[in-house]
């Protein structure tokens, strides 16, 4: 399996509990893929580089988890259909950048 990342924005102006509700489908689809989710570091309302869909403000979550090819796509497909989510993308990490994280909080 290898590591990837993907950042989300949502849409700001929807309540908290239907972004976990959107979070928490995006996960299941990563343990459903035979993907392992790993750290989701919430980053909160933050403003856009741009406007999109007339909006000035998102709400980002960064999601770490290790998968295959199919993983990806089957995210990237419910990402893609999911109402609340406004941007996201999806990056495989580098591995040497991950064992280099680790030996420096060791």
Do not use: C, H
Request: hydrophobic share 40%.
């Amino acid at each position: 399996m290898r590591p990837y990342e993907t950042m989300v924005v949502f849409d700001s102006t929807i309540d908290a509990q239907t972004i976990q509700v959107a979070l928490d489908r995006a996960l299941d689809t990563i343990r459903n893929n035979g993907g392992t989710p790993g750290s989701i570091d919430r980053w909160g309302k933050r403003p856009l580089a741009y406007e999109i869909n007339k909006r000035k403000e998102g709400y980002y979550v960064l999601v770490e988890f290790e998968g295959q090819a199919d993983t990806v796509a089957e995210l990237d497909r419910i990402l893609t259909l999911t109402d609340e989510v406004m941007r996201f993308k999806i990056l495989r990490r580098n591995e040497r950048a991950k064992a280099r994280r680790v030996t420096a909080q060791a």
